[in-house]
């Protein structure tokens, strides 16, 4: 780590002010449906109470958008953490003013608190300066363990850290560049990419990125039909952005350019319509016909996909293979997951990106199979394009921090 980490910093009697993610899925009667996120901030939270330091949390939930939203509270966000903690943690349903304050003011050594939705303030999305001034009057030091909003520069991720002489990384945040940075920089080979997903629009600028890097890119989910478009295919009705074809065109021209394995899907599991009860059969990439959809990969591209990953000793995987959430058409999706738990096994490194990825593998059950599970799906991406994310480039750098002390 180029950058202070929370073990570079004394903690015992601060008020550490800590940005979590705890964006967490809530369920019908308002309980925390998924507690991932929570779980994944714990290291960075005892290691704070531990040490006598007194944990000031705040995260977002939702997207409230500036106004007061009772069902995005996080409010269940606090009571399960206190379950996870095993003792109190104090919940605050405000960010800034008296009552906070107060709470802190109250508060011991070995002792948290959790202040409400950040995202129940305009302020917090805008970056405001006098918001994230009010925050960091709430702390001496600071800590961003929440990877999942790195790409943000909001307040609480980038503002704050204006006022703070030590601005440091959470456990998580560091795992997650640890195992992004190792995949980009330094990754053990054969390094296989698989990206799925609905659109190429979302992920172009991580192909670019990864084309000079990886030893085979493997593609499937419904970014694969606008490729086939640009190869002159039949695709159907499929999912197709008819302004990346072009894009389409370019990326797979630099592909043959660099000799690079690039593999889009043999065969795909179609439809009339994208329904569990809809009847389904298995056709070549060459014989789609014209009022179906693909809607998963097919036998022969899950057996070709899985023969790349078993020779792999690196592989980031990032989007389905097809519609997971329809059961009928989550095979592909969930053999390939089956494929990475079992050469995790084996010794090679994989790297889940976040969102549709890190919930297809929590359906297949394996999410303690594999090496890291990005927390955060848009976070993880910008990542991987080679872009600077602002929450982590605000923390403090190690070297100037050591020199001066």
């Not at 003011?105 to 948290?112: D, F, M, N, R």
């Not at 593999?263 to 009339?272: G, H, I, R, S, Y």
């Amino acid at each position: 780590m180029e950058k202070l980490t929370i073990d570079d910093l004394q903690l015992k009697d601060k008020n550490v002010l800590v940005r979590v993610d705890f964006n967490v899925p809530l369920g019908e009667k308002g309980q925390v449906a998924n507690d991932k996120r929570i779980v994944a901030s714990l290291p960075t939270i005892k290691k704070i109470l531990q040490d006598g330091g007194k944990a000031i949390l705040m995260s977002h939930l939702g997207r409230p958008k500036g106004k007061r939203v009772p069902e995005m509270s996080l409010a269940a966000a606090a009571k399960r953490l206190e379950d996870l903690l095993g003792k109190p943690v104090r919940f605050v349903n405000n960010c800034t003013g008296p009552e906070v304050e107060k709470a802190i003011c109250e508060l011991k050594p070995g002792e948290c608190l959790l202040l409400e939705n950040l995202r129940y303030y305009k302020e917090e999305t805008d970056n405001d300066p006098d918001f994230a001034k009010k925050l960091a009057s709430l702390g001496e030091v600071y800590v961003n363990d929440a990877f999942g909003t790195a790409h943000r520069a909001h307040a609480s991720t980038e503002g704050v850290t204006k006022y703070f002489d030590q601005c440091a990384a959470g456990y998580l945040m560091q795992k997650e560049l640890r195992y992004l940075s190792m995949a980009l920089t330094n990754p053990k080979r054969p390094f296989v990419a698989i990206l799925g997903g609905a659109k190429i629009s979302g992920k172009i600028d991580v192909i670019s990125s990864l084309m000079d890097k990886v030893d085979a890119l493997l593609i499937g989910g419904g970014m694969a039909f606008t490729f086939l478009k640009a190869m002159g295919k039949e695709i159907g009705k499929s999912l197709v952005e008819p302004d990346k074809i072009d894009l389409a065109k370019d990326v797979l021209k630099k592909a043959e350019e660099k000799k690079l394995y690039f593999k889009l899907p043999e065969d795909f599991v179609v439809a009339q319509e994208a329904k569990q009860d809809a009847p389904s059969w298995v056709v070549g990439k060459d014989s789609i016909p014209p009022d179906c959809l693909g809607l998963d990969i097919g036998p022969k591209t899950l057996s070709e996909f899985s023969r790349e990953l078993k020779k792999a000793k690196t592989v980031l995987s990032n989007g389905p293979m097809g519609v997971f959430e329809i059961d009928k058409f989550a095979t592909g999706t969930m053999k390939i997951a089956e494929v990475l738990a079992e050469i995790t096994q084996k010794g090679t490194t994989t790297i889940v990106g976040g969102g549709d990825s890190a919930a297809a593998v929590a359906k297949a059950g394996l999410e303690d199979k594999l090496s890291h599970i990005s927390t955060g799906g848009g976070a993880s991406l910008e990542f991987l394009e080679g872009k600077t994310l602002p929450g982590v480039a605000a923390l403090t750098d190690k070297q100037s921090a050591l020199s001066t002390d």
